[in-house]
């Protein structure tokens, strides 16, 4: 080694601080410049090495995590599979629970599989975007999504629609005579200490699958890490590591972010798996990098690719990665 290699090398551990610092300065500017976003919060490996809530109810409090929900849905449908509640993924809302059904259901609606709704795939008339407000003002929201008019082949094109998870939640349900809200209680919050909040129902009260969801930011932080880890919390296996891995495979492909899309989860091109909800709430894993992240942000504004979700995701892909 000659002199100025051995300058450099000593040299370098001094500078990792330097480093971190600089790195710690752009997440706290990113932070203070993105005026939506209320929290966040950066887990690598298991410390915690970011964690500011400059804004909004803080750390906490319960946040309406919006669709993140969905992906939430997902992982019980995972469990629920695994205990033989419901066959697989191919099984059908006519197997798995015809008594939602209604009388004037849209013809192939009954052969509707598990894999097409956790993949937004059902080809039903989408519930969400123009059509939401009508569908949750209806006075039976399964029935008003399951009559819909199939607009594409169930297992083909990606239609966004918080209507298929709400089938999917109440499929769950008569499964295996749970609510959504006692599945997410028993399966996912008391294994991992966190509180879940009941939420929305339906005028038929079941609870509603795909939105407005509560969790504390803290507790978005552990199902990153949960999702990271492989299903896997504090030594326990919360969900079962094949469903999570089988969940993170390109089923979709969302027309709006360009997003893939597992079952339930969007996957960046980077290698995050995401949970998104409206306004920018995100649950994130970097498995490679062993990162989790969690974002909350205002729910009453909208965060559209092209704007404050596309910052959101140049803060992930390289302010955060950075830190990896």
């Keep these: ?155 083909g094109r990606m239609l966004y629609s918080t209507g298929s998870t709400h089938i999917l939640g109440a499929a769950l349900a008569e499964a295996n005579g749970l609510s959504l809200l006692a599945q997410a209680r028993a399966r996912i919050g008391d294994p991992m200490g966190m509180e879940i909040p009941a939420w929305t129902r339906d005028p038929q009260g079941y609870y509603l699958g795909g939105n407005e969801m509560a969790l504390r930011p803290t507790a978005m932080l552990d199902i990153a890490t949960m999702v990271r880890d492989g299903g896997a919390f504090n030594g326990v296996q919360v969900v079962p590591k094949p469903w999570i891995e089988a969940s993170l495979r390109p089923r979709a492909r969302s027309p709006w972010s360009g997003l893939s899309y597992g079952y339930g989860w969007f996957l960046s091109p980077s290698g995050y798996v995401l949970a998104r909800g409206y306004g920018g709430q995100i649950i994130a894993a970097h498995r490679e990098k062993n990162l989790a992240v969690a974002i909350t942000s205002d729910p009453t504004l909208p965060a559209r690719t092209e704007g404050y979700f596309g910052d959101l995701m140049t803060l992930l892909d390289e302010t955060i990665l950075g830190l990896a």
């Design 1 to 155: 080694m000659n002199r100025r290699s051995f300058l450099l090398a000593t040299a370098a551990p001094l500078a990792v601080p330097h480093v971190l610092r600089a790195q710690s300065d752009d997440l706290a500017a990113a932070v203070q410049n993105l005026s939506q976003l209320h929290s966040l919060q950066i887990r690598r490996g298991n410390d915690l090495i970011f964690a500011k809530a400059p804004r909004g109810p803080g750390l906490d409090r319960p946040a309406n995590i919006k669709s993140c929900s969905k992906s939430i849905v997902a992982l019980l449908l995972g469990v629920a599979i695994d205990r033989d509640e419901v066959r697989s993924v191919s099984a059908t809302i006519g197997e798995v629970a015809p008594g939602i059904l209604p009388a004037d259901a849209t013809p192939g609606a009954a052969d509707i599989s598990m894999e097409d709704l956790v993949t937004l795939r059902a080809g039903l008339e989408r519930t969400s975007g123009a059509n939401y407000g009508a569908w949750v003002n209806s006075r039976d929201w399964l029935s008003d999504a399951l009559s819909r008019p199939m607009v594409a082949e169930p297992g």
